[in-house]
């Protein structure tokens, strides 16, 4: 999961009885809102602050990618364009770039917008840093997203705008240690600051987005970045822990010691061979990280994590492991929101062992609020659809 600010909210009522399916809750987000393409609310039930209708670029790239595995893609499609019209309708950058956030609702004609809040203390409208800025591992998402829905129906308009994204991300590439590509921006133009951490978990999507980049387009450039992205994952794989690090400190050499749920489940997902080679992970995962009947974020435990589970549901249907993957479903749909969708958390806060960017005496946590990004692993855990691949099979 990419990183974000949450914000502390009171405990939403008693759940409903759900109605739909995963993939139903995500194709009446689509169809409740006006036409055109779209971005949907990362956390619908907030008022106001940074996280009202503030649509995270990574959420609404695994919600396309899950509408198709859901048989939705005119739906995805909605998101898809969306996402290319950001590229080539920010208020600044028409680099290849994309923001980490953007105001949720449908895309007129125009500059895109982007969320902020209006705070009365300082009687201004404010912008979040981290939204502003630009993660390559959301760059990734993207590219995977609109890929996801690149089809010979479509034209090339969507592949080729997944080739802009990977055209920014490819200056990334670093020299330093093992290689990869490091985090990407964080502030505001016209001059962001630079992250020089690289993430095991942003290079796992790269790799993956780069390595199905170069089979649409037949460019083995493409390969070349997907090879040192893979090189980067492989290396942080840590033998005595049966573990990957999270990925590096800003010197792009040591190791940060962080065991996030995610880096070690997408890359058994994403990478060829990865599911055999470290099969131990799966091991850790549960050994260490098990609670209520899922997953947490990292080793606390104080909760569980509904998209992660949603994301180790999907790796053991992958696995051929089907009553275990039951088993995981069954707890994530004991995190039903009263609106259908799914909590982020079965924790009143979560941490994840990280800080926030945008304040490094904080924490990161989440906190229990109705999820897109949850809602999204929901549905491609219920349909065994390989975010990473776009098949119902590992790589």
């Not at 008693?14 to 399916?21: E, I, N, Q």
């Not at 689509?30 to 949907?40: K, M, R, S, V």
């Not at 893979?230 to 999270?246: G, I, P, Q, T, Y």
Request: charged share 20%; hydrophobic share 45%.
């Amino acid at each position: 999961m990419t990183v974000m600010i949450i914000m502390a909210a009171a405990l939403p009522q008693a759940l409903a009885t759900p109605t739909v399916s995963a993939c139903g809750y995500l194709a009446g987000l689509i169809d409740n809102a006006p036409p055109g393409p779209l971005f949907l609310p990362s956390y619908p039930t907030v008022e106001s602050g940074p996280l009202h209708d503030a649509a995270y670029l990574y959420d609404n790239a695994v919600a396309a990618i899950a509408l198709v595995g859901c048989g939705q893609q005119d739906k995805a499609d909605r998101i898809g364009a969306a996402i290319l019209w950001a590229i080539d309708n920010d208020r600044t950058w028409h680099d290849g770039r994309l923001r980490n956030a953007y105001a949720a609702g449908a895309v007129a004609n125009g500059r895109i917008k982007l969320p902020g809040w209006w705070d009365n203390t300082q009687n201004k409208w404010l912008e979040d840093r981290y939204q502003v800025g630009g993660d390559n591992g959301n760059m990734a998402w993207a590219m995977l997203a609109l890929l996801s829905i690149d089809d010979v129906s479509t034209g090339s308009r969507f592949r080729d705008g997944a080739a802009r994204i990977g055209a920014w991300v490819a200056q990334w590439a670093d020299t330093r240690g093992a290689g990869g590509f490091m985090g990407g921006t964080f502030g505001h133009e016209p001059t962001p600051e630079v992250r020089t951490w690289k993430s095991t978990e942003h290079n796992t999507d790269l790799a993956a987005a780069f390595g199905l980049l170069a089979i649409r387009t037949g460019n083995s450039h493409w390969r070349d970045m997907a090879k040192a992205a893979e090189h980067f994952v492989d290396v942080m794989w840590d033998s005595a822990c049966a573990c990957f690090a999270a990925g590096t400190a800003e010197d792009g050499v040591t190791r940060n010691p962080i065991l996030a749920l995610d880096a070690q489940v997408w890359p058994l997902t994403a990478l060829p061979g990865a599911a055999k080679e470290f099969a131990s992970a799966t091991a850790t995962v549960e050994q260490r990280m098990s609670v209520d009947q899922g997953f947490s974020y990292g080793e606390d435990r104080d909760g569980m994590w509904t998209e992660g589970t949603g994301q180790m549901a999907l790796l053991m249907e992958l696995l051929g492991r089907t009553e275990r993957a039951k088993a995981l479903i069954a707890a994530i749909e004991s995190q039903r929101s009263p609106d259908g969708g799914f909590y982020a958390t079965s924790a009143r806060a979560l941490p994840t062992g990280f800080v926030l960017d945008t304040d490094p005496t904080r924490p990161r946590l989440y906190f229990r609020l109705p999820h897109l990004g949850a809602a999204s692993w929901a549905a491609l855990a219920e349909t065994g659809f390989n975010p990473f691949t776009m098949t119902r099979g590992l790589p």
